[in-house]
């Protein structure tokens, strides 16, 4: 008997072969597609954090407007005694004049120095100051040796792989 065509058994077979085929494709896109967008998720924190450690680095080491800020004993023209930091409660990030007024800040959306939503949202950004006064600072002694170790920290509130923290120094000079 010469019989054209195909089966029932065999068309059912091959709808099977072929839906497993596209299920593993169409997994395969998905988890292509989630990774793609994680290098770009971390990169806008990386660029975030690397803007605000360059404005914090930008302001003077001490408050210039009060003595007794940090860090403490700081007088205009003179140098500082202790690199003790302290939040400047009560204070907004506009009118921020010295390292250590950004201590502790917490914005859960990237802004720019203004305060401005630059449009990134689900980033965390946190600062801490750290006093590193015992930092090697190639032979400086004195207050010329006074630093603060300042981290900034971008977290995504989303994606738990985003987690960038830079590091710089401000130096009393």
């Known amino acids: 008997m010469n019989s054209k065509g195909f089966t029932l058994i065999e068309l059912i077979v091959a709808i099977v072969i ?4 596209i299920a593993g494709f169409a997994q395969l896109m998905n988890t292509s597609t989630i990774n793609s967008i994680d ?3 971390r990169q ?3 660029a ?3 803007a605000y450690l360059e404005e914090i680095l930008l302001k003077s080491f001490c408050d210039p407007d009060i003595t007794t800020d940090c860090p403490t004993d700081c007088n205009i023209g003179s140098t500082c005694s202790s690199a003790a930091c302290t939040d400047s409660t009560g204070e907004t990030r506009i ?3 010295d390292v250590c007024d950004y201590q ?3 914005d859960t959306i990237v802004r720019d120095q203004n305060g401005t939503n630059i449009g990134l949202t689900n980033y965390i950004i946190t ?3 750290h006093d590193d006064g015992n930092a090697d600072l190639n032979g400086l002694t004195g207050a010329a040796r ?3 170790r300042v981290d900034v920290n971008v977290t995504h509130a989303t994606n738990p792989n985003v987690d960038v923290t830079v590091t710089g120094y401000k130096t009393n000079f």
């Open 127 to 129: 600062v801490t100051v």
């Open 104 to 106: 502790n800040l917490p």
């Open 146 to 148: 006074q630093s603060l």
């Open 48 to 50: 975030s954090a690397r």
């Open 39 to 41: 290098p770009m998720v």
């Open 18 to 21: 072929i839906g497993i085929g």
């Open 95 to 97: 009118i921020f004049d």
């Open 44 to 46: 806008q924190a990386n």
